[in-house]
T-cell receptor, first 113, second 120 residues
Framework: GESVGLHLPTLSVQEGDNSIINCAYS??????FIWYKQESGKGPQFIID?????DKRQGQRVTVLLNKTVKHLSLQIAATQPGDSAVYFC????????????FGGGTRLMVKP | GAVVSQHPSRVICKSGTSVKIECRSL??????MFWYRQFPKQSLMLMAT?????????EQGVEKDKFLINHASLTLSTLTVTSAHPEDSSFYIC????????????????FGPGTRLLVL
C-alpha cells in the first residue's frame, strides 16, 4: 500500500558492502512477490521475483528471501555499488488470479563511495 | 526485457487544460495496463486498470470523468487528465502486464519511465 505523508525509510551503506532491504507484506494469501528498483524521476524497474513455493531465489548480485511464516521478504544486494542507489519497492499478489500488485512503502538505498 | 514507453516524459500546462499521456508496450502485447500516480517520497498509488477493448476499472476515490482512460489496442493505453488543476501535479506511471509468451509470468508488471505533470 501507500505511505501517505511518510518519509521513506533510508538505508545507507558503504560501497562494496552488502545491503539488506526488508519488506513486511500484508496478505497471507499472497504467493507471488516482486522487487522493483526505482531511480529518481524514472519508473520502477523489475529486479527479481519469487513464488511462495520457494524461500530463496538468486539473481545477479541479488538474492530474495521469503519467510511466509512471518510474512517477510528481503532483498540482498551483494557488493553494493553507487548505481544501486535508488528506492526499492516490494510488491505482492496472488499468482494467476489476475489480481493487481500491492506495493510496499519503499526503502531508499543510499550508497556512499 | 519487456519495454514500456510513455510520452511525454514531462509536461507543464496551465490550469484548466487537458493533458494526454500515452503508454505503449514496445515489444509485447499487453491486454492489461495499469495507471499509477506517485507523490514525492511515496509509493505508487494505483489509479485504474485498463483492459484492451473494455472500460477501465477505477480505484476508489479516483474520478473516472477526471482521468479518462482509453486502451485502444494491445500496445497502447492513454490517460487524459481533463481540466487539470495544480493538485493534479504528480508523477504518472503506467505499467503493462504481458499476455503471456516469452515474457512469462502474467503477474509481472513492466513499468514505463513515468510522466511528470506540472499544472500551473
Amino acid at each position: 500500500g501507500e505511505s501517505v505523508g511518510l518519509h521513506l525509510p533510508t538505508l545507507s551503506v558503504q560501497e562494496g558492502d552488502n545491503s539488506i532491504i526488508n519488506c513486511a507484506y500484508s496478505n497471507s494469501a499472497s504467493d507471488y512477490f516482486i522487487w522493483y528498483k526505482q531511480e529518481s524521476g524514472k519508473g520502477p524497474q523489475f529486479i527479481i521475483d519469487i513464488r511462495s513455493n520457494m524461500d530463496k531465489r538468486q539473481g545477479q548480485r541479488v538474492t530474495v528471501l521469503l519467510n511466509k511464516t512471518v510474512k517477510h521478504l528481503s532483498l540482498q544486494i551483494a557488493a553494493t555499488q553507487p548505481g544501486d542507489s535508488a528506492v526499492y519497492f516490494c510488491a505482492e499478489t496472488i499468482f494467476n488470479a489476475g489480481n493487481m500488485l500491492t506495493f510496499g512503502g519503499g526503502t531508499r538505498l543510499m550508497v556512499k563511495p | 526485457g519487456a519495454v514500456v514507453s510513455q510520452h511525454p516524459s514531462r509536461v507543464i500546462c496551465k490550469s484548466g487544460t487537458s493533458v494526454k499521456i500515452e503508454c505503449r508496450s514496445l515489444d509485447f502485447q499487453a491486454t492489461t495496463m495499469f495507471w499509477y500516480r506517485q507523490f514525492p517520497k511515496q509509493s505508487l498509488m494505483l489509479m485504474a486498470t485498463s483492459n484492451e477493448g473494455s472500460k477501465a476499472t477505477y480505484e476508489q476515490g479516483v474520478e473516472k470523468d477526471k482521468f479518462l482512460i482509453n486502451h485502444a489496442s494491445l500496445t497502447l493505453s492513454t490517460l487524459t487528465v481533463t481540466s487539470a488543476h495544480p493538485e493534479d501535479s504528480s508523477f504518472y506511471i503506467c505499467s503493462a502486464r504481458a499476455s503471456g509468451g516469452a515474457w512469462g509470468k502474467k503477474e509481472t508488471q513492466y513499468f514505463g519511465p513515468g510522466t511528470r505533470l506540472l499544472v500551473l
